[in-house]
């Protein structure tokens, strides 16, 4: 990480600790209400620049014999992380992201995700967090991954290429979310 890295303040806008986050987009995989093969996952403000999220490690998310894919533990960091930007009150996406994947995660098991902004220059977001089990049969404090995360703030029209690939209405476009 760079040396020259400020931290944002924490917005009027953003929820008070524990308080519930918005889906960023409706038709997202990982957080949307109207993506019906998604991951459903849910996310809360913590403290300061912290939030948290919490994914159910569902049958069809396995990979190896009993545990959950890595690519489905990448995609539930890459949404905390990007849940972490919110503060910021615009839009990022990913540039880099990268995970270390310290325990198997038994199918079944409840992750909950703690993420934060560490810090930024320009546009460049350096985040990162970790996963523990808290609920299942290895459920614990043991960090069972971590991940870090750069994420690029973008003008919402970063997107408009893709319209016309967008499947259905969506409900809650990205950028205008109900924060
Ligand atoms: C009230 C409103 C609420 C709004 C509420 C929003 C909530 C928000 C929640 C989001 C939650 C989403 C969670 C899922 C997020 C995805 O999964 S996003 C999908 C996956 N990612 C993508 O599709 C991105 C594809 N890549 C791109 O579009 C472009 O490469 C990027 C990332 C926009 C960068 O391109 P660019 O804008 O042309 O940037 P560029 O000028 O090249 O680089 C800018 C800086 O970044 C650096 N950089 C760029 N790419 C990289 C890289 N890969 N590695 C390292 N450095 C890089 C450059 O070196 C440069 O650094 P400096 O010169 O400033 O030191």
Not at 92 to 115: K, M, N, Q, Y
């Amino acid at each position: 990480m760079p040396d020259d890295l400020t931290l944002p303040p924490r917005p009027d806008f953003f929820p008070a600790p524990g308080g519930a986050l918005p889906q960023h987009w409706s038709k997202c995989f990982g957080c949307g209400d109207d993506q019906p093969a998604g991951m459903a996952m849910t996310f809360t403000a913590g403290e300061g620049l912290e939030v948290s999220g919490r994914l159910t490690v569902a049958q069809r998310y396995q990979g190896g014999p009993g545990v959950i894919h890595g690519g489905i533990l990448s995609v539930a960091f890459d949404e905390v992380q990007g849940m972490a930007c919110m503060v910021l009150g615009g839009p990022v996406v990913t540039g880099h992201l990268e995970i270390d994947f310290a325990r198997p995660i038994p199918l079944g098991s409840v992750l909950e995700f703690r993420a934060r902004i560490d810090g930024m220059v320009r546009r460049k977001v350096y985040t990162s967090a970790e996963a523990r089990i808290v609920e299942g049969p290895t459920a614990g404090d043991t960090v069972v991954a971590t991940s870090r995360g750069l994420f690029l703030t973008i003008k919402p029209e970063h997107f408009a290429p893709m319209a016309d690939f967008v499947d259905g209405v969506p409900v809650s476009p990205f950028g205008t979310s109900s924060l």
